[in-house]
């Protein structure tokens, strides 16, 4: 790709050590909380923007808290619980670490601070996802398992989902209370009902490896990256996909809708780890950028922006989509 097609990033922030994993609140009352993993150390900050006309002028970071992990961070989740606008605040968070293990860390800012570990996994654990009400957190692994763990309760898995190869990507319908979807890196993705505890539906990319894959904005849309393929479904037909186009011609590393637009995906791929902002109802991309040592994607709740880890940087692009 030429150098003249990449578009540089907005804003950037530099970093002692090098960017493991970043991931934005994706709730409406915590927009502005990032948690950025490095090395041992988690940074929970804000990072807020001054918008004026439609116009994203400057980014202001703000450090809270350092918390201590003690091994490289896989997967990073935020629970619904967290707010910084009640007395006293909450902070509340899952990581995944190399270790095979989840910590969830609560803290109040001031002088409240733990966390819990959450054991059982025998493998790697590659996404983890809190559901909208908080009560539940849901992970996949290498292990060949998706368990859910009662959150609100004992801290234990109380409910697993045997998989038929790793499994990649967790995450929860935004809006029917219970759904889940479970993608695997053989190409299946299933969706659970966990209240009822059976599957309800799955389709298949058709090919492998399945590297990544979301649920957007709307509900009924799916899409993931197989073998460099982005493939989407809609979920009222899911016999076969709406959409296949060749993304990463050598795989994808991860994809992710817009919190705030149905058709937009974010996604990094090889060669050259470079990301691609793809509208589904367009073919050319709109942006196309550069990472160098890939550590996350993530998108702002509300603004087009999404930022990426890249080596000792986060590297901001905004997103001009009319």
């Known amino acids: 790709m030429e150098e003249a097609l990449l578009t540089p990033p907005t804003f950037k922030l530099n970093f002692p050590k090098q960017v493991q994993c970043v991931e934005w609140s994706p709730y409406e009352w915590s927009q502005n909380l ?6 041992q150390e988690i940074f929970i900050a804000t990072i807020k923007f001054q918008e004026e006309d439609d116009v994203v002028e400057d980014i202001i970071y703000n450090l809270l808290r350092t918390f201590h992990h003690e091994t490289r961070v896989h997967a990073i989740a935020w629970s619904p619980k967290t707010s910084l606008s009640i007395v006293p605040k909450i902070l509340s968070f899952c990581i995944a670490g190399a ?6 860390y609560n803290s109040d800012l001031n002088e409240s601070h733990e966390f819990e570990v959450l054991e059982g996994h025998k493998d790697y654990v590659n996404d983890i996802s809190f559901d909208p009400e908080g009560k539940y957190l849901a992970s996949v692994s290498d292990d060949h398992t998706c368990k859910l763990w009662a959150i609100n309760e004992n801290k234990k898995c109380f409910l697993m989902f045997p998989l038929t190869s790793a499994g990649v990507n967790v995450c929860w319908h935004a809006e029917e209370e219970g759904k889940l979807l479970v993608a695997e890196k053989n190409g ?38 197989a073998s460099g393929e982005l493939i989407t479904w809609d ?9 296949t186009r060749t993304l990463h011609i050598e795989g994808g590393t991860i994809m992710k809708f817009s919190p705030s637009n149905e058709n937009l995906v974010a996604s990094i791929g090889r060669p050259d780890n470079i990301l691609k902002i793809t509208n589904l109802k367009t073919k050319p991309s709109v942006l196309c950028g550069r ?19 890249s080596d000792r940087q986060l590297l901001f692009w905004k997103v001009n989509n009319k």
């Open 34 to 39: 990032i948690c950025i993993a490095l090395g």
């Open 99 to 104: 270790d095979f293990k989840i910590r969830l």
């Open 188 to 225: 299946i993705i299933h969706m659970y009902n966990v209240t009822s505890e059976r599957a309800i539906m799955s389709v298949d990319a058709g090919t492998i490896p399945l590297s990544t894959a979301d649920w957007g904005l709307n509900p009924l849309k799916v899409a993931c990256i």
């Open 235 to 243: 979920m009222s037909r899911p016999s076969r996909p709406l959409e």
């Open 291 to 309: 990472v160098q040592l890939f550590g996350g994607l993530s998108w702002h709740q509300r603004i087009q922006i999404v930022c990426a880890g």
